[in-house]
């Protein structure tokens, strides 16, 4: 049962294989059984869980379910949810039990999904290896001595060790497909404003984006026609109409024009990286694709620019964690002053208090034009290298990451070497385009994946290509082992 796609267990609730209440009482014994070894998730919402279930059970009964009634999904804990706790992995939040749920959620319910809990995450989405979690590190299920990546790490790890079928994510700069890629798994980071963030705790506004995190191509397009769509709760929400993304699953790649940045093939990368990549893009070329070398100038910029642009909107965005409203709060504070800075002190892990000093730095009179107002300047020029080179091809092709999961511990004294694991994935977000990441390969027993990128609103068609890719080769089937 656990090794089943969404979709696959779509048609064995309506077939009556199983019901919703069974699957899901089969994933929360699985998670109480085995996610000690991997701390995917915060919180298990059991009872809560339990009660959609027998609820989708009667909608399916009744002849009015959709395609998503009764199937199980975990949530990353950045999004709220009403009665549950939203820690966002840190201690400022610990005890902060949302009013309220994320659009995202209340789409999810409003499908009759059923939660079965919120995942471990880096604190506030800040990280490229799910390490800076106040409650720990998750692990990586195809070796629990490596990170799953971050920031989405939790998510990544839940689905690939089959403790729930698929999760949501956040993409702040590869938050989705970094992870993915770390864990064998399939993620989507949608175009930005193309999935709402109303009710996900904001770490950096123009970069933030939602997106599924699934086994399959398939299924990511079933998350997303869920979780797409206009909101005016959300004010940075496109309002453009939302396609089916299962439509055009099968429409065949012949013709496809890929292109291949040479940019992405760096001198510190692993060769075994390159070199699977390489074989997948061979692989597109048997199915009637064409390629060609093309150039994205700016993309050893964009580490720069996005941590003087990323760290700034932080530094605003956390600036209402003070102690005052809600959240965590220092005990016994001698006057106002003393209550800002101990709260903030003791509620703030060390990468995020890294990140809030960088970008209020970075806005400081004296230093706004020398470094925010460049960096956004570089962020247009980014911008333009795609649309230059998305003139001339449908996608964009490359490897995900430049090395396959490290060790944990590995890169925690040296800040800019974990931030160079983005050096593929954060230029998207700058210029606010989708990308997905698909497994494609094993380096040393661990995935490896292939970063497709599309041009706005281009979902459809990256969903697609996946999705021909994954018929075609078997990557995306393959467990760690022992699960």
């Known amino acids: 049962m656990f090794d089943k796609t969404l979709a696959e267990l779509a048609n064995g609730l309506k077939t009556g294989e199983f019901s919703s209440v069974e699957l899901t009482q089969a994933y929360l014994k699985r998670i109480k059984a085995e996610d000690k ?49 939203t820690s966002c992995a840190s201690k400022m939040l610990d005890n902060f039990i949302s009013p309220y749920d994320a659009t995202v959620v209340d789409k999810f319910n409003q499908a009759g999904a059923v939660t079965l809990g919120k995942t471990n995450m880096d604190e506030f989405a800040m990280g490229s290896s799910n390490e800076s979690s106040f409650y720990g590190p998750s692990r990586n299920p195809w070796d629990t001595d490596r990170v799953p990546g971050g920031s989405s790490g939790g998510s990544a ?93 099968d429409r065949p790649l012949n013709g496809l024009r890929i292109g291949l940045p040479k940019e992405f093939f760096v001198d510190d990368m692993d060769s075994a990286i390159a070199a699977q990549t390489q074989a997948a893009i061979k692989e597109f070329e048997k199915l009637g694709a064409t390629v060609k070398e093309v150039s994205l100038p700016n993309t050893a910029l964009s580490i ?11 530094s605003s965005n956390l600036s209402r964690f003070d102690g005052v409203r809600y959240g965590y709060r220092c005990e016994n504070p001698v006057d106002l002053e003393d209550l800002y800075k101990r709260s903030r002190g003791e509620g703030f892990g060390t990468e995020v208090k890294r990140r809030i000093m960088v970008g209020a730095y970075a806005l400081s009179e004296g230093f706004y034009d020398a470094y925010y107002n460049k960096a956004q300047q570089i962020r247009r020029l980014i911008r333009d290298d795609f649309a230059q080179v998305l003139n001339d091809v449908d996608v964009i092709m490359g490897p995900t990451t430049p090395h396959p999961a490290f060790q944990l511990g590995e890169k925690t004294s040296d800040p800019v070497a974990m931030y160079m694991e983005d050096i593929f994935t954060i230029s998207l977000n700058l210029a606010g385009l989708p990308g997905m990441s698909v497994p494609c390969g094993t380096v040393n027993g661990l995935p490896t994946g292939l970063q497709i990128i599309g041009d706005y609103f281009a979902e459809q068609k990256l969903l697609n290509v996946a999705h021909q890719f994954q018929l075609a080769t078997d990557w995306h089937t393959q467990s760690p082992q022992g699960i």
Not at 163 to 177: F, K, Q, V, Y
Not at 304 to 314: G, L, R
């Open 37 to 85: 070894k991997y701390n995917s998730f915060i919180t298990v919402t059991e009872e809560q869980a339990l009660q959609q279930a027998q609820a989708a059970d009667q909608q399916i009964a009744a002849g009015s379910a959709g395609l998503f009634t009764g199937l199980p999904i975990a949530h990353k804990d950045i999004f709220c949810t009403k009665g549950v706790r």
């Open 157 to 249: 790890a839940a689905v690939s060790a089959q403790l729930a079928p698929a999760a949501t994510g956040t993409d702040t700069g590869g938050s989705i497909r970094q992870p993915a890629a770390l864990c064998g798994i399939t993620g989507l980071k949608p175009t930005y404003g193309r999935v709402s963030r109303f009710g996900m705790i904001a770490f950096a506004s123009s970069l933030d984006q939602g997106g599924p995190m699934t086994k399959t191509a398939e299924d990511a397009a079933m998350m997303l026609n869920v979780m797409a769509g206009f909101d005016k709760q959300d004010s940075t929400s496109v309002d453009r109409e939302v396609p089916d993304y299962t439509a055009e699953l």
């Open 304 to 314: 720069p620019a996005y941590y003087i642009i990323a760290p700034a909107e932080a």
